[in-house]
C-alpha cells in the first residue's frame, strides 16, 4: 500500500509521510531560504555544465535555465510559496522548477546531491559575508583614521588597570583600534582566500560516474578551484567556523572600544560627546543621554562567540562525510554576520559622529601624577642614577605631592630637592603633558609625529 503522501523526491522508498514532530525538526526552509539565489546560481552553474558535458541536452538545460530564473523571480518579488513539508530550499526551488517547466526539471539533480549543494549554497553565501566584514571594517578604519588625524597630537590619559599611567595622544589610542581592526581585515581576508574551492561536484560523498566539469562549475560561481576531496568538500564547515572565529575576535575589539566609549561619555569622564543620532534618553531622568548603541555593540560578542562555540560543538566528533547534524550551521552564521555586521556599521557611525572633548582630555591628561615617569627619567638621564634609584625618588615626591594635595609640577624646586639635592629648574620641562607625549618617538609610541606617521602608513594600506 502506497501512502500518496509521502516525499516527492524519494517516495519510492517510503511508504508514508513523516510525522509532523519530524517534519518540524527536519525542516530547515524558515531559515535557509535567505540561501535562495545562491541555491539557483548554483543550479544554473551545474546545468549549463551538464549540457555542456553532455550529460542532459541542450533544450533541457535552457528550459531549466529559464524557470530557474522565473522561480528566482518569485522568489524576489515574494510571490514564492515556501512549503515545510519540501524541507529545505534546495527540495522548495527543484520542486517548484517542476511545476513551471516540467519533466527537464528532473534532470537537474543529475550527479549531484544536497550535500554537495547545500556545502556549495552556503559557501557562497558567507563568502559574500568575508566581503561584506571586510567593507564595514574598512569604513570603520577610515572613520577611526579621521579622528586619529584631527586628535593626533591631543593629550589624554592613557590607563593601564584603569589608572592613570602616562599621557598619550587621542591619535594615538584611535589608532590602537586601527591596528586591532586592520588584524580583523587581514583575518577575513585570508579566511576567504582559503575558502574559496567549489564542493560542487562532490556529490553526495564520493564523486560521480557522470563526466562531470567541476572546473566549470567552479570557475562560473567564482571558486578558485574545486575542493579537491570529495568526502572533506561535503563535510567541511570550516569557512563558517573561520568566519565565526574572526567574527568573535571582531566583535570582542568592538565590545572593548563600546566599553571605552559608554565610560568616557559619562558625565565623570566627559572624554567624548556621542551625538544625539547614536545615543537615546530616558523616559523619567531628563537629563539622561545614554550610550545604547555602544551597549549594544558591546554586547554582541556574546551571541556571535556563542554562534562560534554551538557551531564548534555541532561539528566535533561528527564522522564522515555529511550529518543532518550540519543543518544547525547556518542559523548560527546568519546570525552572526547580521549582527556584526549591524555592530560595525553602527560603531563607525559613532565613531564619525563623536566629539573628543579636548579641554577635559588634557585635564585629565596632566592629572594623577601621570608624568611620574617622565620625572624618574630624567632622574636617569640627566643625573646619572640608576632607573631603580630614580624610581624611589619619584615615588616618594608623588607622596609628597598627594600629602599637599597638588599634583607634579605644582611642587616647588624646593620641595623637589628635599627628595634629591641635585634636581635642577629644567626638570618642569619634562613634567609638563605635552612634552611627555612629544617625547615618546619610538616607533610606535604615542608621540603625534609618530602618529601621523602612522595615519599616513593605514591611509597608504587602505588607498
Ligand atoms: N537541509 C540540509 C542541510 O541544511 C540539506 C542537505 C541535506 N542532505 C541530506 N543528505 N539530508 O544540511
Redesign the pocket.
Known sequence: MTDTTSNKMWGGRFAAGPDAIMEAINA?ISF?QRMAAQDIAGSRAHAAMLAAQDIISDSDADAIRKGLLTVLSEIEGGTFAYSTAL????MNVEARLKEVIGEPAGRLHTGR???D??ATD?KLWTRDQFDAAESGLLALIKALLGQAEAGADWVMPGFTHLQTAQPVTWGHHMMAYVEMFGRDLSRMRDARARMNESPLGAA?LAGTSFPIDRDMTAQALGFDRPAANSLDAVSDRDFALEFLSAASICAMHLSRFAEELVIWSSAQFRFVTLSDRFSTGSSIMPQKKNPDAAELIRAKIGRIMGANVALMMVMKGLPLA?S?D??E??EQVFDAADNLMLALAAMEGMVKDMSANRESLAAAAGSGFSTATDLADWLVRVLGLPFRDAHHITGSLVALAEQNGCDLPDLTLEQMQSAHGDISADVFDVLGVENSVNSRMSYGGTAPAQVRAQVARWKGIIG
Not at 87 to 90: A, F, N, P, Q, V
Request: charged residues 35%; without cysteine; negative net charge.
Open positions: 530547515s535557509d524541507e529545505d530550499i534546495h546531491s544536497r550535500n549543494q547545500v552556503f553526495a555529511y543532518k550540519m543543518q550551521d547556518k
